[in-house]
């Protein structure tokens, strides 16, 4: 299993669907979980981190799953300004966090 | 403003030169990391450090080089030794080692 796996997508979706991406991971050690957003040629930027309890953030909720090593975001109700790729992020071995590659995501008027 | 700058935004190399591309912070981060993003791909670690006069190197440390001599700074050397330098460098900090992390804008350099 590659250390952060995500579904590439793209996920092409209408205004005001709700969309899931999932994540998983293969170190069962790690500690941090974080949802990242990267912009066309931006720097990534924290969306949200992910807490075992899972946690909600306005249209945003994210899940963990450590039984089963993976992390889950549900965008609701999806805005234009949501189109990004959004980048699943485990620490790994030692301190480095792992990124993974990314799903992308176009919401459509 | 508390942040992280990097410069130059764009950056164009011939090949056999090397250059240097700047990352200061001002958020009084301890750790800093170096990556590397080619297009359609995740980020690759080339060097991190989690403290001032000491670093590590990341997966792909091999053609670059690094220093941290004051805590608001972390240089990257891409030298001539990198056989693909062309890509999307970006910088980050974090306070702690296993914390959020922080991004420069990044560096697009470009080998000519």
């Known amino acids: 299993r590659k250390e952060v796996e995500q579904d590439p997508g793209p996920f092409n979706v209408p205004e005001g669907a709700t969309v899931a991406f999932n994540c998983t991971y293969s170190?069962?050690?790690?500690?941090?979980f974080f949802w990242y957003r990267q912009d066309c040629r931006k720097e990534p930027k924290l969306l949200m981190s992910v807490y075992s309890s899972g946690n909600e953030d306005g249209r945003f909720t994210a899940q963990l799953n450590r039984a089963s090593q993976y992390i889950s975001l549900l965008i609701r109700d999806s805005k234009l300004s949501d189109s990004a790729t959004y980048l699943c992020v485990v620490n790994g071995k030692g301190t480095a966090l792992i990124f993974g590659k990314g799903t992308t995501l176009s919401v459509s008027s | 403003d508390g942040g992280i700058t990097q410069s130059p935004k764009y950056l164009f190399r011939k090949e056999g030169q090397n250059v240097t591309l700047s990352c200061e912070q001002n958020l009084n981060h301890d750790a800093m990391y170096w990556y590397r993003q080619d297009p359609g791909q995740g980020l690759r670690l080339i060097y991190y450090?989690?403290?001032?006069?000491?670093?590590q190197k990341g997966d792909i440390a091999e053609g670059y080089s690094v220093s941290r001599e004051k805590k608001e700074s972390f240089p990257l050397t891409v030298t001539s030794a990198q056989k693909n330098p062309t890509a999307f460098y970006l910088c980050?900090?974090?306070?702690?080692?296993?914390?959020?992390?922080?991004f420069g804008p990044g560096t697009r350099l470009t080998v000519l």
């Open positions: 980050a900090s974090s306070a702690g080692s296993i914390g959020e992390q922080f």
């Open positions: 450090s989690q403290i001032v006069n000491d670093f």
């Open positions: 170190n069962s050690a790690s500690q941090s």
